[in-house]
């Protein structure tokens, strides 16, 4: 049996591919842009958008950990952050949707479950990330996957992908060489 292999010859299985909707795809692809725009900053590259039920954009916002020297400062909590003083109701958070350019970690995964949102687009998985970032100790995720925290909630979190993994790869390419 054939697998794929890394590197390192070790056996990953990659998720398959989601086919997302038309207004899916255009979010998560301002989620990409914004994953682009924060590693020409000299950031992680990743980005992030929340949007209403209704389609407007809450909060969009990059990576800023190298611009901040703050290791929470992912993507998804600096969106989350920035929904802070809106006065957005349970009810209207629970019916948005946080786009992610790569799949959320573990610290996103438990801010988004804080944050009462009911909906999860996301791009590149953990799995292909870990093969862009290699093996090094100090590039490391925590492997437990954002799909093990929704679980764990009392409240549904929906979570869908990966997906436009062409486009969401990219902005990782050579990104974590050095
Ligand atoms: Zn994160």
Known sequence: MIEDMN?????????EETTLDERDERYLRKAIVWSHAAR???NRPFGSLIVSADGEVLAEAGNSN??????????????????????????ELASATLYASGEPCVMCAGAIFWSNIGRVVYGIDAERLRVFRGER???????????DVFRASPHPIECIGPALLHEASAAHDGAWAS
């Open 40 to 42: 020409r900053r000299g």
């Open 137 to 147: 100790q100090d590039q490391r995720d925590a492997e437990l996957s954002c799909r």
């Open 7 to 15: 590197s390192a010859g070790s056996h990953i299985a990659f998720p």
């Open 66 to 91: 190298a611009e901040t020297g703050d290791c929470t400062a992912h993507a998804e909590v600096n969106a989350l952050r920035a929904l802070a003083g809106r006065g957005l109701t349970r009810e």
